[in-house]
């Protein structure tokens, strides 16, 4: 016997003509994979790779920005390490490093909003914005969001108008003026991959990507990884190092929120296979690493 | 007055109910299994003998209770495993006397080589007789429907295959068979209610060397409960309780006294008891959850995903959310690990028998006596049945977890996608698309199936998300796969403007799904 539904209870799920049926995932096209050039070794100001593997100091703390001010008052004169110094430091570091021994908060923001002005995508259209180095998530931003209410999938929610002039004029909230990429600059390769500077991507050329682990290939062809990597360079090692049989994971939400809302959070880096993790609660815990040049190993 | 003079067995099965609490209230201190605590998301915390303050929409269940409303249900059998001396025997033994007097009941104590208290556990519904002779043992039928309860004690120390045939009601001796049952009265076809029957067991540990694991043929026949030891908790006012000797007549003259109705246990209790009286069935909304969550509390989350994300890329589709091998994941492991073995076909009978079981106690609790299942209870039901196959001595309460874990899931899914209440997600895709096609053709609706499968098909947080969207959206693809086999027949079956439509649509299924086992595995729940 048939339990019939009353039509109005379930007419929100009939067809849409306005929604899209099932299509083809919508991937961008692959990265170009690894050449074999010789590995090159970038800085950051006075800090190298070695600084971060051999004198860089964990903050952890179970509210974020308690965390992330720790770590940026203790490297004050130097920098807490973004997603890219840190997969560079992982590569480049051997697995008794503390680098392999817990999981990080990159200084990574990863925000999503709208492009007014069309500047990186057609006018109106969504982008993710991959920011380096922070710069709108400042903890008193955090701190604000936790009052406010994080969105339904534990972002902070942005103002708009920050976005806007970022993408615009390349200037954070504080300021400052940054350098901004589109996607095919990171395929170029860039001067600067452990400093602060945004890359933009149409959202839509992301939303559809796969949130799991990947298999090598695939992994150094995922744009998403490479937005988030800023450089192709330290990929292969610290693949080869972080992997387990199902590959290394790049995780996200992009296919859950509302990419019509301003909102931002900061990426995790996995202790192993998981890997670039974009889908942690900005509730959770933080453990950021600050790299000083004064500090005192580092001068060993 | 008799029992077929009186109309309303609702109000009879209050009064019967009634006065088993009544009646027992000197004998038996409430021994407290466990509470539960009604909400958004199921919260059940077993309570190993101790009570806790009552707090506002919260149900403490005792052993008690459970025994009374066991009688009501025919389907299965209650187990209790617990050392000697926490009160196995007590509760059932003075329940069963009170109703069933000392002729009605009978007790089997199962020994290390045999049974102790006849030569066979057969022995109560057998009669020796001489032919040629010759003495052959033979079924008594008139002992078949003697009994109205059978208590079995340490069920785990002996050979199980006659206890089995006993526990199934149905003997076989010498090429005769013999039913354990009692006639119901007023009947027409004849009904019979089976025999109650409560058995106990010592853990198989060291201190009950004799003890063995009860074989899974025997445990999935019953459903095991811990026995709670609430002695310390209990203490000093279990000394006043004791079984007293005229605890039968007492019953049934307190129960004459407020129905008016006479006559023996055996022109009564079977009518009560009935349990198409009680029958209630489990909505869609329920359904779906028993589908959804026994792949991830039952089994290896990752196998079950993996197994769903293989049909959905058969249809050319790829989930866009996974199982992760984090500490969620290893914790969910971690907790199985203690299964001793994993759900089988009959456990699906156990959860819907004891959903139905908690809905009935929860009614007498709430005194409206009309069980009605919720997601809770069934959350609850497939909880204890689980815990109920665990390795003796492991954490109890650890997959319970995994059932909240589960539920609390499914609540977010169902909530994100707007499902209405006490009906599945998938049968309201399948009606909405049936709604759809009716107005707009086959083209509509294939797309709001499809628009449904893109709706669930979004990241996922956490292993519990996963497998239980895994499995959704695995149905729905399913699903989609049968409408585009048979277009052309549900083509037609969308040109009837009313609800035959679903009915025509249900025998096409009915008569198709022979052609693939997936889809009576995958769409038969969602074409009720």
Redesign the interface.
């Known amino acids: ?5 009353p ?1 109005d ?8 003509v306005n ?4 299509t083809a ?1 919508n991937v961008p096209d692959p990265v170009a994979p690894i050449s074999n050039k010789s590995i090159v070794q970038h800085t950051i100001g006075d800090l190298t790779i070695e600084s971060l593997i051999n004198s860089g100091k964990p903050f952890y703390n179970s509210n974020i920005p308690t965390a992330l001010i720790e770590a940026q008052t203790y490297a004050s004169a130097g920098v807490v390490a973004t997603m890219p110094y840190l997969i560079a430091g992982k590569a480049n570091s051997d697995k008794k490093n503390y680098l392999w021994k817990d999981w990080f908060t990159a200084y990574t923001e990863e925000d999503v909003g709208i492009d007014i002005k069309g500047a990186y995508a057609p006018r109106g259209a969504s982008v993710l914005i991959t920011l380096h180095g922070g710069g709108i998530l400042t903890p008193d931003v955090i701190t604000k969001a936790y009052e406010d209410g994080l969105t339904p999938q534990n972002a902070a929610k942005l103002l708009q108008e920050d976005i806007d002039r970022l993408l615009i004029d390349g200037i954070l909230p504080s300021g400052e003026k940054i350098t901004i990429y589109g996607f095919d600059d990171l395929k170029k390769g860039i001067s600067d991959p452990f400093g602060r500077y945004a890359v933009v991507t149409e959202f839509d050329k992301v939303k ?1 990507l ?4 990947f298999k090598k290939k695939e992994f150094l062809e995922n744009p998403l990884v490479l937005a988030r990597a800023g450089t192709m360079e330290y990929l292969d090692q610290y693949f080869n190092k972080a992997k ?1 049989k ?1 590959g290394v ?1 790049c ?6 929120i509302d990419s019509t809302l301003a909102q931002g959070r900061l990426l995790y880096l996995s202790d192993s ?2 890997g670039l993790v974009g ?1 942690g609660n900005l509730s959770s815990d933080g453990r950021f690493v600050g790299v000083a040049p004064e500090a005192p190993d580092a001068k060993k | 007055m008799t029992i077929d003079q009186t109309k309303d067995i609702k109000e009879l099965r209050k009064s019967f109910i009634q006065t088993i609490y009544q009646t027992l209230d000197g004998v038996i201190s409430p021994t407290p299994y466990m509470e539960i605590k009604k909400g958004d998301t199921v919260d059940v915390k077993f309570l190993n003998g101790q009570g806790k303050l009552p707090t506002p929409n919260t149900t403490e269940v005792t052993i008690l209770d459970i025994d009374a409303a066991s009688l009501f249900f025919d389907d299965f059998h209650i187990l209790y495993e617990g050392v000697t001396g926490v009160g196995k025997t007590y509760t059932s033994d003075a329940l069963f006397g009170a109703i069933f007097g000392p002729e009605g009941q009978t007790t089997l104590r199962l020994g290390g080589s045999g049974v102790m208290m006849g030569t066979s556990a057969l022995e109560p519904f057998t009669k020796t007789v001489l032919e040629h002779g010759i003495p052959k043992t033979r079924i008594d039928l008139d002992k078949c429907s003697k009994y109205g309860a059978l208590f079995i004690d340490e069920i785990n120390r002996g050979d199980s295959q006659e206890v089995l045939q006993v526990v199934d009601g149905i003997i076989d001796i010498n090429g005769e068979r013999g039913y354990l049952r009692l006639p119901i009265p007023e009947t027409n076809p004849q009904r019979y209610k089976s025999l109650a029957i409560i058995a106990a067991m010592n853990p198989a540990d060291a201190e009950h060397k004799q003890a063995l694991e009860l074989d899974i043929a025997g445990e999935n026949r019953f459903l095991k409960f811990r026995f709670p030891n609430g002695v310390a908790e209990a203490a000093s006012s279990q000394l006043e309780k004791k079984v007293v000797e005229n605890l039968h007549e007492k019953f049934w003259v307190t129960f004459n006294q407020k129905t008016g109705v006479k006559g023996t246990w055996k022109d009564i209790y079977a009518k009560i008891t009935d349990p198409e009286a009680l029958r209630t069935e489990l ?2 909304e329920t359904r779906e959850f028993i589908d959804v969550c026994l792949g991830y509390v039952g089994h290896d989350p990752m196998e079950t995903y993996e197994h769903n994300a293989e049909l959905i890329k058969q249809e050319g ?2 989930p ?3 199982v ?3 500490n969620d994941y290893n914790k969910v492991l971690e907790s199985q690990h203690t299964l001793k073995h994993g759900f089988v076909r009959r456990d699906l009978r156990k959860i819907s028998d004891l959903s139905r079981l908690v809905g009935f106690i929860k009614s007498i609790k709430e005194g409206t006596y009309e069980p009605k299942v919720d997601l809770n209870d069934v959350a609850v039901s497939i909880g204890i049945v689980l815990e109920s196959k665990t390795i003796t001595g492991s954490e109890y309460g650890k997959l319970m977890s995994l059932v909240n874990d589960a539920r609390i899931s499914y609540n977010e899914i169902r909530t994100q ?2 499902t ?1 209440a006490e ?1 599945g997600f998938r ?3 399948w ?3 049936v ?2 096609g009716q107005e ?1 053709g086959f083209e ?1 609706y294939l ?2 199936i ?5 709706a669930i ?3 996922n947080r956490g292993p519990a998300q996963a497998t239980i969207k895994s499995r959704l959206m695995a149905d729905l693809v399913v699903l989609r796969h049968f409408s585009k086999t048979y277009e052309s027949e549900i083509s037609k079956i969308l040109n009837e403007k009313d ?1 035959t439509a ?2 025509l649509f ?1 025998e096409l299924y009915d008569a198709k799904k022979s052609n693939a086992s997936i889809y009576e595995h995958r769409l038969g729940s969602i ?2």
């Open positions: 016997m048939i339990k019939i539904i039509r209870k379930i007419r929100h799920l009939e067809w849409n929604s899209q049926p099932i995932p559809s796969e949130s799991r682990q387990d199902d994971g995780w996200h939400r992009f296919n859950e296979y998981l889908d | 909505n869609g589709l790829q866009h959310f996974s992760r091998k984090d996608l707007n209405p009906f049968q309201g895709v009606q909405s698309a709604y759809s707009k509509a797309n709001t499809n628009q449904n499968i893109t098909n979004s990241q609800e679903f009915a249900t074409m009720r």
